[in-house]
């Protein structure tokens, strides 16, 4: 079945580090979305990403889109002590009825 | 209320037991997804409805999950003859088309199956 990779499962850093998390889809997307789940919470819709090599910024996290719509990244620049938190790509398969498919999420902690 | 709700927020239940899991999408959202999420792991997808019909019931583990939507607004989530390995938070989110929408959650479920 389409499946939807995500690297690394955990990322520990310096307040002020950069950080960067990677989704790989093994099946083309039509779209791919970044949601984020605070501990204990519920996943919060960051963004969409929708066209080949797209790239959008909100503050200091960067979202890019792969030229195949097949991969995705998330960089977060100079973290913060409220980025910490677990970053879940979700892709949507361009066939069928386009089911939302999480990735298995990266979780963030942060040394203040 | 303005978002997803789901109810009930906790529930614990015997092995072999029935259970029903509630979720209110926001009004005139028309997909609606149930998810369930185990503890360090994605959520993962169980089954998805645009309007009243299930566009999408692949992830519905075995014949034990059923979920209806009857009306096109509120989901319930029927698991029978519980297991143990069932135990997982249960969310479900609603979008307001089924492309290209950002998925609104509710805050889950907690099923704990002793």
């Known amino acids: 079945g389409q499946q939807v990779m995500q690297i690394p499962q955990y990322q520990h850093v310096q307040e002020g580090e950069d950080f960067t998390t990677y989704c790989n889809s093994s099946?083309?997307?039509?779209?791919i979305q970044w949601y984020k789940q605070r501990p204990g919470g519920h996943p919060v819709f960051l963004i969409q990403?929708?066209?080949?090599?797209e790239v959008k910024k909100q503050k200091r996290l960067t979202f890019q889109f792969g030229e195949a719509k097949k991969n995705s990244s998330l960089h977060i620049t100079a973290t913060q002590t409220t980025d910490v938190g677990t970053y879940f790509c979700?892709?949507?398969?361009?066939?069928?009825?386009?089911?939302?498919?999480f990735g298995q999420g990266t979780r963030l902690t942060i040394n203040p | 209320g303005a978002g997803v709700s789901q109810t009930p927020s906790n529930k614990v239940t015997e092995k072999g037991k029935y259970v029903e899991l509630r979720c209110d999408p926001i009004?005139?959202?028309?997909?609606l997804y149930w998810y369930r999420q185990s503890l360090g792991q994605g959520p993962e997808f169980l089954i998805y409805?645009?309007?009243?019909?299930?566009?999408?019931d692949s992830g519905l583990p075995n014949d034990r999950f059923f979920a209806v939507r009857p009306e096109g607004s509120v989901s319930t989530l029927k698991i029978q003859r519980t297991e143990r390995g069932d135990s997982a938070v249960y969310l479900c989110?609603?979008?307001?088309?089924?492309?290209?929408?950002?998925?609104?959650f509710g805050q889950g479920t907690r099923l704990t199956v002793v």
């Open positions: 979700a892709g949507r398969i361009i066939q069928g009825a386009q089911k939302l498919v």
């Open positions: 099946t083309t997307l039509s779209n």
């Open positions: 989110a609603s979008s307001l088309i089924y492309q290209g929408t950002e998925a609104f």
């Open positions: 990403l929708v066209k080949s090599g």
């Open positions: 009004s005139g959202h028309t997909a």
């Open positions: 409805f645009q309007g009243t019909g299930a566009a999408d």
